[in-house]
């Protein structure tokens, strides 16, 4: 499994890279992050978590329920 994202360094912003995965589940996550840039070195915690489905899955798990919306709904929510 992939860990990629992109997260922002909150205070040099730059690209932040995953250290740990500290919980994990199919909606959520808390992922400890470092940043990429030497000089500053932060490192922090984030949240995750999946809100909306804009496409279905072509192999959905049934054990999860994510409200649907479109693209149109999500703009003006
Ligand atoms: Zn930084």
Known sequence: MSKSMYFPCPHCKAPSFTRSV???????SELRLQCSDAECGHTFEVQTEV???IRQ???PDPGVCIRSVTPMERVNA
Request: overall charge neutral; proline content about 0%.
């Open 51 to 53: 809100l909306y489905t």
């Open 22 to 28: 500290l919980h994990e589940s199919n909606l959520r």
């Open 57 to 59: 899955s072509a192999i």
